[in-house]
């Protein structure tokens, strides 16, 4: 997968600025309830229903302030990816402990054609991997700023 | 006592718990996971889950999904632009109507449920 086709995955609609929750749940809810109001997802319980079954395998806050709740469903036609900054950290049992600042949330349907799923996933998390990349990222504070961002690394 | 829309929800998020389930035990899956850094250590909790939801389905809409589940591999599946994407057949327009909101529809073709993921 090209840089240019993971930006693309990703759009305004679907990007979160301050996310106001501060426990696990209550964050999922927020990101969630954002694709509902933005027409990507009709079928909002069973979406969350799927994440939290996702997190009880293990947690997707994989450390340094960083979380990938991620999954498959049938109540989702295509891949989808949220963008979220917490500002204050969110209590997401992750695996260091530490508060979640930024979420990347990915959601795509059981059987995909071009299979962008884990490529873009994993993309993601190498790249979140550089200190000074996932800094940038964490005080995000319009789209715009992320596609920059992605297109200069 | 769940409405058929309801009813349906609950097959969804059923089959989508299912496809989990599947999807961890896949060695080539998993691996991929873990190398970005995912652990899956709760198996357990994800297949106490599935039963848990099981346990609130009725119980003939449950029999019907597991033997279609046994005979096909997936019991629910999406429709898009009106094609069953289980069999890639043809759904008549006449399935969307309004009289049929209420009831829990099969795909002539293959009989496997059928689920509209954006709505009729």
Known sequence: MTRE???????????????????????????????????????????????????????????????????RSLAIPKLMALLAVSKKGVDYGAIDGQPVNLFFMFIAPPVEKDNRYLPALGQVVELIRDDATREKLMALKKFDEFKVLLEGE | MPT??????????????????????????????????FEMEGMEDLQAARDELAGGIDKVLLSRYERTVK?????????????????FAVIPTAYTSSENQDKILHCENCGRILYWPRGS
């Open chain 1, 5 to 71: 086709e993971l930006i693309s995955l990703f759009s305004p609609d679907l990007f979160i600025p301050n996310l106001k929750a501060k426990t696990r749940d209550k964050a999922l809810m927020e990101m969630v309830d954002h694709a509902v109001e933005a027409g990507v997802i009709r079928d909002r319980e069973v979406i969350l229903g799927m994440l939290k079954n996702r997190e009880s395998l293990g947690s997707t806050g994989l450390g340094s302030g960083v979380a990938f709740p991620h999954g």
């Open chain 2, 4 to 37: 058929m829309s309801e009813h349906l929800l609950q097959l969804v998020a059923l089959q989508d718990l299912d496809d989990m389930i599947r999807e961890t035990k896949d060695q080539v899956h998993s691996n991929k996971l873990a190398e970005m850094g």
């Open chain 2, 71 to 87: 005979r096909l591999g997936r019991a629910v599946v999406p429709v898009t632009g009106n094609i069953c994407l289980g069999c």
